[in-house]
């Protein structure tokens, strides 16, 4: 089971920028399929972008499409979520999960491996 540890968050004005990080360790991380998900405060974690195993194809929330970029860089086992034009109901705990098959990807409960979040907070 891969070991994945988020970096990156932060506190920054509506319309900027952040990006995120997620290590992960093992030598075989090519093989998962990585998502991020995020938590806002009181609310379900949801959603937000998924990548394939070798980076070529990738999924967003409909809330992000044109805004976030998820990347991965197998050599250095690390997935990124470049996040720009940044709103307030961005504001969540930000988590990337990864799994080994990619259906029904947007659900949570499908991933078995996940780091302990990120804050990122937008300030109006």
């Known amino acids: 089971q891969v070991q994945l540890v988020e970096s990156g968050g932060g506190l920054v004005q509506a319309g900027g920028s952040l990006r995120l990080s997620c290590a992960a360790s093992g030598r075989t991380f090519s093989s998962y399929f990585v998502g991020w998900f995020r938590q806002p405060p009181g609310k379900e974690r949801e959603f937000v972008a998924a990548?394939?195993?070798?980076?070529?194809?990738?999924y967003y929330a409909d809330s992000v499409k044109g805004r976030f970029t998820i990347t991965r860089n197998n050599a250095v086992t690390t997935v990124y979520l470049q996040m720009n034009s940044l709103k307030p109901e961005d504001t969540a705990v930000y988590f990337c999960?990864?799994?080994?098959?990619?259906?029904?990807?947007?659900?949570?409960?499908?991933?078995?491996?996940w780091g302990q979040g990120t804050q990122v907070t937008v300030s109006a």
């Open positions: 990548i394939s195993w070798g980076g070529g194809t990738t």
């Open positions: 999960a990864a799994r080994t098959g990619s259906t029904n990807y947007r659900v949570p409960s499908e991933y078995r491996s």
